[in-house]
């Protein structure tokens, strides 16, 4: 065994040390003067010393930078340098080190064969002076996450013996069992009394008990996160009884809609709708919450691992072509005093949730066009991270495939280890103190490269149509990925015969593990010798584990024996409907004292810095926006390309100007009041943004992503009924179907006794097409002289607001939508647009007209005069301050040449509108107020500088 | 005349292939996207070809360093090929990972033995990978044919380890054929005009023959005019500024 040091010449500046000294000062350690950090690998191997010397010279140190030293064990530090600290982080075991394979492989590129395994870790020498209690509190809260990380103090053991497995049938006496040994059943396996009721009889019928397999399957199965049984229950909320809230709401307006360009919606791993005739475009947005509240950087990262995989997933196998990523905080600047125990600090889960989204997305080579972060304290314990991609695939590709009974079954990409093991039941469950403790198993760090393989591979395997059905394992393994692609058929699997990790698996671990950057297909016999050869050309694995069959029945053997057989019926049909019971009632909120008007330029520029509105510039650089070549409108926009764009747009055919848009729309503030109208406000959000860059409504379809408290408490379902009903009003009227959706029910944490509960959070995703990307508008003014118009009515609806919140209220004057007044100004605005009569535009969110004018001058690096006295309005309003920070929605703030006035005012006829300034060569934005006095004089350098702070880390 | 072939390598993380290739298409190139796995055992062959692109990727995940991995199994199992492909009068061109694959083999900035490399890239001085659009200055000086008549350019960098760091003995020697600068030319910005704090602005070099180009920036990310940051407020051009890279290369294998 070997130790090898690698680590940067003394002269040369250590840049990872240094992002580290600057998270240190964050702490308030500001002893701490340089950080280096050093690479540790260790080789399980016997080498000549030429071929240690070779493999360290020519593969683990860079000659121009770096210097390295070997050793054959760990040192404890140094002692003779007392300002010298060290810590040393190295993977817990078990734990997949993704270094580890491209190790071996340039290994065996260099002729030397003898290397077993490899592990990796890192030293941090750290120098300063530190008590011990900052030593550990440096190292617990910035260099180790214990789910996956331990400091090396002593003797390491970095290859510990694999245990064998030795084959035994487990079976669970349910038919035996009763009282309390039923509940503990019931408890492990996350079964309602209910379902455990059905499965006893459905086990009595067949004389026998079921195996430990048998009873996962079911389990994994039947989770909320398979299945989504509270969408589906039969709810009683006041006098009305909703039978499949799903069925009764985002499905049907898709159904009542019945566009002709949805080519398969809620019943694939993605939704899919036409883009030009030959190509379709399909779209989806997963949440992967609790991973990543336990270990950021890995379960953001298998995050997009995992919906990129839906993506592959889709039809027989789409192209991700676009991610989009939206994510809920707590603020970064939480007192450490105010995180419960056992908790990741917000800024560090903020960090770590980055650098895994960026890190796995820009592998893959996926832009990452768009995307938004909300804040709020009630997601200390419970993060959102959504991660969303958008495919593209052949249009007579998109619907899912049909095998035939005698396909084999093909297990491609990543090897089975013990990873994310009941990570399903894991995502359905409530977090507690010790979750933290308790899940190391349910999260583990991605490998992109493996999943960029499996991309590349599979296109080709589709073109070459070597396979009939494809899905992706995702939550519950193979248990769910063959169980439901064998639904309508029949299946034998032969567990043993799945290529693992390491040995020592049981049956059940393998069939239910959730290891990454894994796909099942069903490959007729005659194809399959073409699939592993060319797989194995692309250097990615794939196994033939098993047939499907015409059996109606799921059979799983281990070495020849069965281990489990299950009617496909009982596994997707048996499930008995949940029956829960919603309340609602709207809250009473506390409202601002009004009594003073505050100075508007310096609460404007307090909104501008408040972390939801502020830029996110720090984030959107480390995602590469521009591979594959396809971006027409970016993330950032205007002079100094930092402005905040609307939606993105890309070409995704290189040789076409058809586009595609995507947006997102969410506010979770709106729902403390009232979630009916925080859904109508996401759905009218994220089509706004489609409007604002020169879209339009004509195929636009959107995604719904519920994240919500726990849905088993009356009133927290009853919200959940009342923004789902929201869901189909507003798509009805907006002719926007839905195609696809996801829910991530149960946030809430308990601490102490108390329970907290996420808002709940409804984030919407929009795609629409656009025929001509020449005529894309982006958000920044463009020319002096230039006429500002807003289109949209503005009402007193600051409840939920940002400059309510700025006041620390809440409000109750939610802002509602009309959705056949916003339609049709919609519709307008388009048309004015494909006129070519629109120089930029801005729709209204946070910060209102303020935020969007602001925004608009310092992209431009223009400036403004506004008046809110002609501003049409909804309803009498005499203040300043509610006109200038009112978000209704609906409305956006478009720039017009002088002399497309007539032909623009045209075209808006009849809808609300107004002209209501101008663009100036100043660099001053200057608002005056309805009294026609100067309520606003600024100067944008010193907006865009209080938008840019707060997050400019 | 027959059409000029150009090989894409693609290698496990490759990923700017399509429309790298998709660039060199356009330029009136044929293009083949071959795996390295297909030209070590054969199955393609680098004569066959004029041009030989290492893209922009990740490949083998960036492992050990940026672009070290496939260096390594460059080197190793396609160094004789190679050397005889450039013997030949052969144009290679990388891009980003390419660059930093190039000079990790030693074939930039020429071919010395690995132990004796003068010239990595490493970490930008800012810790972090960055997307941003750069303004570059070409050296008029240079020999390299892909930037022939290209005096500036403005394109995209995506990269975490972009920043050249030479040994001072030679710089003299390298023949640096981009530079970055500010909007006005100027190479004295500084960050973020130099995104990652090369040593001496450096964003591309060419080996000695002009025939060999390698480049942090991606100018096959601005082909088309819609696909520049400000096109909305400063009009579309019909070409992007990298489009040149590619017709140069094309017009050049076509003389030999």
């Given at each position: 065994m070997y130790r090898v040091e690698v680590y940067l010449r003394s002269h040369l500046p250590d840049a990872r040390g240094q992002g580290l000294v600057r998270d240190i000062g964050d702490l308030r350690i500001t002893t701490v003067s340089d950080v280096r950090v050093r690479d540790i690998y260790w080789l399980d191997a016997a080498l000549r010393p030429d071929e240690l010397d070779m493999l360290c010279r020519r593969l683990l140190a860079d000659p121009v930078t770096q210097e390295y030293h070997c050793d054959t064990e760990f040192k404890s530090q140094d002692k003779t340098d007392p300002g010298l600290y060290s810590v040393e982080v190295a993977y817990n075991a078990g734990v997949t080190d993704p270094v580890e394979d491209s190790i071996k492989k340039a290994v065996l590129d260099l002729g030397i064969k003898d290397v077993r395994a490899v592990k990796t870790a890192k030293r941090y020498l750290i120098r300063g002076e530190l008590s011990k209690n900052e030593l550990e509190v440096i190292s617990s809260r910035l260099l180790v996450n214990p789910i996956i990380q331990h400091v090396v103090e002593h003797e390491v053991v970095a290859f510990p013996e694999s245990p064998r497995y030795h084959f035994k049938l487990k079976e669970i006496d349910l038919l035996g069992a009763e009282g309390a040994k039923l509940s503990e059943i019931a408890r492990q396996f996350s079964f309602t009394k209910d379902e455990l009721g059905v499965i006893t009889t459905y086990f009595k019928e067949g004389e026998r008990n079921p195996t430990d397999a048998e009873l996962e399957t079911l389990a994994q199965t039947w989770s909320e996160h398979c299945v989504h049984k509270t969408f589906k229950a039969r709810i009683s909320f006041g006098d009305t009884v909703i039978d499949n809230l799903l069925k009764s709401t985002v499905m049907k307006v898709t159904e009542e809609l019945d566009k002709p360009w949805c080519l398969s919606v809620f019943e694939d791993n993605a939704g899919v709708i036409d883009f030009d005739g030959r190509w379709a475009l399909c779209f989806k947005v997963e949440t992967h919450n609790h991973p990543s509240a336990v270990e950021p950087y890995g379960g953001a990262a298998t995050g997009i691992g995992g919906?990129?995989?839906?993506?592959?997933?889709?039809?027989?196998?789409?192209?991700?072509?676009?991610?989009?990523?939206?994510?809920?905080?707590?603020?970064?600047?939480?007192?450490?005093?105010?995180?419960?125990?056992?908790?990741?600090?917000?800024?560090?889960?903020?960090?770590?949730?980055?650098?895994?989204?960026?890190?796995?997305?820009?592998?893959?080579?996926?832009?990452?066009?768009?995307?938004?972060?909300?804040?709020?304290?009630?997601?200390?314990?419970?993060?959102?991270?959504?991660?969303?991609?958008?495919?593209?695939?052949?249009?007579?590709?998109?619907?899912?495939?049909?095998?035939?009974?005698?396909?084999l079954v093909v297990l491609c990409g990543g090897r089975t280890g013990r990873d994310g093991i009941h990570g399903v039941t894991f995502a359905s469950e409530q977090l507690t103190q010790e979750s933290t403790a308790v899940s190391y198993a349910s999260v583990q760090i991605g490998n992109p490269i493996v999943e960029k393989r499996l991309i590349d591979v599979l296109l080709k395997a589709r073109d070459r149509r070597l396979f009939t059905r494809i899905t992706d394992c995702g939550g519950g393994g193979l248990s769910s990925a063959v169980g439901e692609m064998a639904a309508e058929t029949g299946v034998r699997v032969y567990l043993d015969r799945v290529s693992l990790k390491y040995a020592g698996l049981s049956y059940p671990e393998i069939w239910i593990s959730e290891s990454q950057e894994r796909m099942v297909l069903a490959v007729p016999p005659e194809c399959s010798e073409e699939l592993l050869a060319l797989f194995a050309s692309e250097g990615s694995e794939a196994t033939v584990i098993g047939e499907f069959t015409d059996e109606h029945r799921l059979k799983l053997f281990y070495q020849e024996n069965l281990v489990a057989d299950l009617s496909m019926e009982f596994l997707h049909q048996g499930r008995p409907q949940l029956e829960l019971e919603a309340t609602w009632q709207k809250p009473q909120h506390a409202e601002p004292d009004l009594a003073q008007q505050p100075d508007l330029a310096e609460t404007l520029l307090k909104v501008l810095s408040s972390f939801n509105v502020c830029s996110k510039e720090w984030v959107i650089r480390q995602y590469d926006h521009e591979v594959q070549g396809s971006s027409v409108l970016k993330p950032l926009v205007g002079r100094d390309n930092d402005g905040p764009g609307d939606a993105a747009i890309l070409r995704p055919v290189l040789d076409s100007e058809m586009g595609v848009i995507v947006s997102n729309g969410i506010n979770p503030k709106y729902g403390d009041i009232d979630p009916y109208w925080m859904a109508a406000s996401a759905i009218d959000e994220a089509l706004r943004q489609i409007i604002a860059v020169g879209g339009n409504l004509k195929r636009v379809a959107l995604l719904d992503n519920f994240s919500w408290g726990n849905t088993n408490r009356p009133h927290n379902l009853g919200a959940l009924v009342r923004a789902a009903q929201a869901c189909y009003d507003m798509a009805l009227v907006y002719e926007t179907p839905f195609i696809s959706g996801k829910d991530s029910l149960n946030n809430e944490f308990e601490l102490t006794g108390k329970t907290i509960s996420i808002p709940h959070t409804l984030l919407i995703s929009a795609i629409g097409v656009m025929s001509d990307t020449s005529r894309a508008v982006s958000m920044d003014l463009k020319k002096a002289g230039d006429l500002i118009y807003i289109v949209g009515t503005t009402q007193n609806e600051l409840g939920g607001s940002e400059y309510f919140r700025s006041l620390g209220s809440v409000g109750n004057n939610v802002p509602r939508v009309d959705p056949h007044q916003a339609k049709e100004a919609m519709e307008r605005l388009s048309l004015a647009t494909e006129q070519g009569l629109v120089r930029a535009c801005h729709d209204l969110s946070e910060g209102g007209i303020g935020v969007a004018i602001a925004e608009m001058a310092f992209a431009g690096r223009l400036g403004a005069v506004v008046s809110l006295k002609d501003m049409p309005l909804g309803e009498p309003m005499d203040r300043d301050d509610l006109i200038l920070f009112s978000e209704s929605n609906s409305r956006f703030l478009v720039e017009v040449a002088p002399n497309d006035k007539d032909k623009f005012e045209r075209v808006m006829d009849k809808t609300s509108f107004a002209s209501i300034g101008q663009v100036t060569p100043s660099e001053m934005l200057e608002i005056y107020g309805i009294g026609g006095r100067k309520v606003v004089g600024v100067s944008i350098a010193k907006l865009k500088e209080a938008w840019q702070k707060p997050l400019s880390w | 005349m027959s059409k000029v072939r150009t090989l894409i390598l693609r290698a496990p993380g490759t990923n700017c292939d399509e429309e790298t290739a998709f660039a060199f298409e356009q330029a009136g190139a044929v293009v083949s996207l071959v795996h390295i796995s297909q030209l070590i055992?054969?199955?393609?062959?680098?004569?066959?070809?004029q041009i030989m692109v290492i893209p922009g990727g990740f490949t083998y995940g960036d492992d050990m360093g940026a672009g070290k991995v496939l260096a390594n199994e460059i080197r190793l199992k396609l160094g004789r090929d190679i050397e005889r492909f450039t013997e030949n009068g052969g144009l290679i061109l990388g891009i980003c990972n390419g660059f930093q694959v190039l000079v990790k083999t030693g074939i930039l900035p020429g071919l010395l033995p690995t132990s004796k490399l003068p010239l990595t890239l490493t970490t930008n001085d800012s810790g972090r990978f960055e997307c941003r659009w750069v303004y570059l200055v070409a050296n008029r000086e240079s020999r390299c044919v892909f930037t022939r008549g290209i005096e500036r350019m403005y394109l995209p960098v995506a990269h975490g380890e972009g920043k050249v760091v030479a040994d001072p003995k030679v710089l003299p020697g390298l023949d640096v054929v981009l530079y970055y600068t500010d909007e006005q030319g100027n190479t004295k910005a500084g960050y973020p005009y130099n995104p990652n704090g090369s040593v001496a602005n450096i964003a591309g070099i060419s080996d000695a023959t002009g025939r060999i180009f390698a480049l942090m920036p991606h100018p096959e990310r601005f082909t088309r005019g819609s696909q520049h940051p400000r096109w909305q407020s400063e009009g579309t051009k019909e070409r992007g500024d990298g489009f040149r890279i590619f017709t140069n290369a094309v017009k050049w294998a076509k003389s030999l």
């Open positions: 919906v990129v995989r839906d993506i592959m997933g889709t039809g027989l196998s789409a192209k991700p072509i676009l991610n989009t990523d939206v994510f809920c905080f707590a603020p970064p600047d939480l007192p450490y005093d105010r995180l419960p125990p056992g908790v990741l600090h917000p800024r560090r889960i903020f960090k770590g949730v980055r650098a895994g989204v960026a890190d796995y997305g820009n592998r893959l080579g996926i832009p990452t066009l768009n995307g938004a972060i909300l804040f709020d304290e009630r997601y200390t314990a419970n993060p959102l991270v959504y991660c969303g991609t958008v495919g593209l695939l052949p249009k007579n590709l998109s619907r899912q495939g049909q095998q035939k009974a005698g396909d | 055992d054969r199955t393609k062959q680098l004569k066959d070809y």
